[in-house]
């Protein structure tokens, strides 16, 4: 299996300007979470989808983040307008609820740079 | 204040030391509990995993819970230089739930 797919791994962008962020879960996960790592605040959860549902969007910071999940294998996390202080890495993980271990499988992430 | 509460370090120890790392919590409902290690620049991976209280080991690694302190341990023996690495403690209640992270401790073990 390849693993939890994440792309790009690197962003750079100006203050203002969207950024999209894409994750592809791994096959028969039906869970998808996404995250968010800084030095300051560790890793922080943001929204979480169950068979392509949002179930919990309350780790969202405001209303410039929306998260999407159109089908199983597919995922997107939007900024929009980009600032400063939104500089972090963005992690996907997925899971399936089948099995007794609660384990996250997580992708590489993307490093996301707002200047 | 935070569910899960975990030390930051750095930690940096010897090679073959034991090295102990610790997360406390305020959940008393969390049964499931988790140590993720991550290495640079990369996602964090599950290392151990505990269902409610006890021990459990595999390995050079330990975890232990004591639900009536609500306090996790990880144990490394014989640390090597490849265990240099972040180590995340994570829980929760319940299967569906999503996991509550701590910050994570940073560990340096050196030749």
């Known amino acids: 299996d390849a693993g939890v797919i994440q792309s790009p791994r690197h962003e750079v962008t100006e203050m203002g300007q969207e950024v999209t962020l894409r994750c592809k879960p791994i096959?028969?996960?039906?869970?998808l979470f996404w995250y968010r790592q800084t030095m300051m605040r560790g890793l922080e959860l943001l929204i979480y989808?169950?068979?392509?549902?949002?179930?919990?969007d309350s780790g969202m910071p405001e209303d410039r983040f929306s998260a999407k999940m159109p089908n199983a294998s597919f995922s997107t996390l939007k900024i929009q307008p980009s600032e400063p202080r939104d500089s972090a890495v963005y992690f996907c993980?997925?899971?399936?609820?089948?099995?007794?271990?609660?384990?996250?499988?997580f992708g590489p992430g993307t490093r996301l740079t707002v200047l | 204040q935070k569910e899960v509460e975990q030390d930051p370090g750095p930690l940096s120890v010897p090679e073959g030391a034991i090295v102990s790392l610790n997360c406390t919590y305020s959940?008393?409902?969390?049964?499931?509990f988790m140590w993720y290690r991550q290495y640079s620049r990369k996602g964090p991976e599950l290392l151990m995993y505990?269902?409610?209280?006890g021990n459990k080991e595999d390995g050079r690694f330990t975890a232990q819970v004591d639900k009536s302190s609500k306090y996790i341990s990880l144990f490394i023996r014989d640390s090597q230089p490849s265990d240099s690495a972040t180590y995340l403690c994570?829980?929760?209640?319940?299967?569906?739930?999503?996991?509550?992270f701590g910050k994570g401790t940073s560990l340096l073990v050196t030749p």
């Open positions: 989808f169950n068979n392509n549902v949002p179930i919990d």
């Open positions: 096959s028969g996960h039906d869970y």
């Open positions: 993980a997925s899971r399936r609820t089948s099995g007794v271990y609660n384990e996250q499988f």
């Open positions: 994570a829980m929760s209640a319940s299967t569906g739930y999503a996991l509550n």
């Open positions: 959940n008393s409902a969390f049964q499931y």
């Open positions: 505990t269902y409610s209280s």
